[in-house]
């Protein structure tokens, strides 16, 4: 025995991590980041991230930044191209496109979060107390959820739409309603994963009621799948937003809703292309934004991204 290390000294040290290599002397062992540092790592998500915040914050305080109305018409001023007074240029009957635009966020971002957090709210439920109680319950609600993921999403909320008529609570009824199978479906296989776990059996040994176990145990550990999913599904519910506007089922005009503009700017595109350009140009940033914000939060809740 060397220096002045006691006797037995050698016998008693804890063994390495299987797999782990021994610290070297003066070696700083860094903690693992979280979830939110290794988002912050991933840098399409940061900027998908700062271009919603935008997008709301414009949104938000437009009627305080922007002093023309997006409805209002100037017959005098029509198709005025890109330019100072008009960064955007002006539709068919004089309004300011850029006006419209920035208003037109508002329901954009607005009903997409809100149908996205009914869908989810609803799926998760759904799916959760399908997947925990199982049986003939678990049976007949995963059928009807069969029946409705047969339809493409967006055809059922068109075919809806149609039968119901446009109105916002409408809009946020069907979006959610054309979601909530696919989040029913994701969770109710988390459930059935999570109900067979050595602690869930340890939980109902310790006399855990089924309630109890599904806020405290189960119910926690599938919120990652559902965030990640959330993200990733926002994108396509402004796709399909705008594609009722786009088709006359969903927001009605002089609303200021870019599905709108895209379906009044199609008839001008030879004349005054700016008139759909910008449009178009906002739903496919919107979408690539929160498709960003979708990878972004999938690698960070990802366990096997963990060093």
């Not at 109105?167 to 309603?177: G, K, M, Y």
């Not at 340890?202 to 799948?225: D, Q």
Request: proline share 8%; aromatic share 8%.
């Amino acid at each position: 025995m060397t220096g002045n290390a006691p006797a037995g000294a050698d016998a008693v040290a804890p063994s390495p991590a299987v797999g782990r290599a021994r610290p070297r002397p003066g070696e700083v062992i860094r903690p693992r980041p979280t979830a939110w540092q290794r988002f912050l790592q991933h840098r399409t998500a940061v900027a998908g991230a700062a271009t919603i915040a935008v997008l709301a914050l414009a949104a938000v305080v437009a009627p305080w930044i922007i002093a023309r109305s997006p409805i209002a018409v100037d017959l005098l001023a029509p198709f005025r191209p890109p330019g100072p007074g008009h960064p955007f240029g002006t539709d068919d009957l004089g309004r300011d496109v850029f006006s419209r635009i920035v208003h037109g966020g508002r329901y954009a971002l607005g009903l997409s979060l809100l149908s996205a957090s009914l869908a989810a709210a609803v799926g998760v439920t759904v799916g959760v107390a399908t997947g925990y109680s199982g049986g003939w319950i678990d049976g007949v609600v995963m059928r009807v959820v069969d029946v409705l993921l047969a339809f493409p999403a967006f055809l059922l909320g068109l075919a809806l739409m149609a039968a119901v008529g446009p109105s916002l609570a409408n809009i946020v009824a069907v979006l959610a309603f054309t979601r909530m199978p696919r989040f029913a479906r994701l969770l109710r296989g988390a459930t059935l994963g999570l109900k067979t776990a050595e602690y869930i059996s340890a939980a109902r040994a310790a006399g855990s009621t089924g309630g109890r176990i599904i806020f405290k145990h189960i119910l926690p550990n599938c919120l990652g799948p559902a965030m990640v999913f959330i993200s990733l599904d926002l994108g396509a519910i402004v796709t399909s937003l705008a594609g009722l506007s786009f088709l006359g089922v969903g927001l009605q005009p002089p609303t200021p809703d870019w599905g709108i503009m895209l379906t009044d700017g199609r008839k001008f595109l030879q004349t005054a292309p700016w008139v759909a350009l910008f449009p178009g140009a906002a739903i496919t940033l919107t979408v690539m934004a929160f498709n960003f914000i979708g990878d972004g939060v999938r690698d960070a809740l990802d366990p096997r991204s963990i060093r």
